[in-house]
């Protein structure tokens, strides 16, 4: 799996860090921003198709 690095605002990494652990939605940090991304593709594709965007793939 290819590994990427990014920038994050503090405020943002705390916040998505409530949310990761044992007992929590998701098991690491890596885990919840995968998920989000999944998420957030889902989304847009709902747009373009609505907009007539997406081809047949």
């Not at 290819?2 to 652990?21: C, T």
Request: charged letters at 35%; proline letters at 4%.
């Amino acid at each position: 799996m290819p590994k990427i690095s990014l920038d994050m605002p503090n405020e943002l990494l705390v916040d998505l860090k409530q949310h990761v652990g044992d007992d929590k939605k998701f098991i690491s940090v890596a885990d919840a921003i995968r998920s989000a991304c999944r998420k957030l593709l889902d989304q847009l594709d709902t747009i373009d198709m609505r907009h007539g965007r997406l081809g047949g793939d």
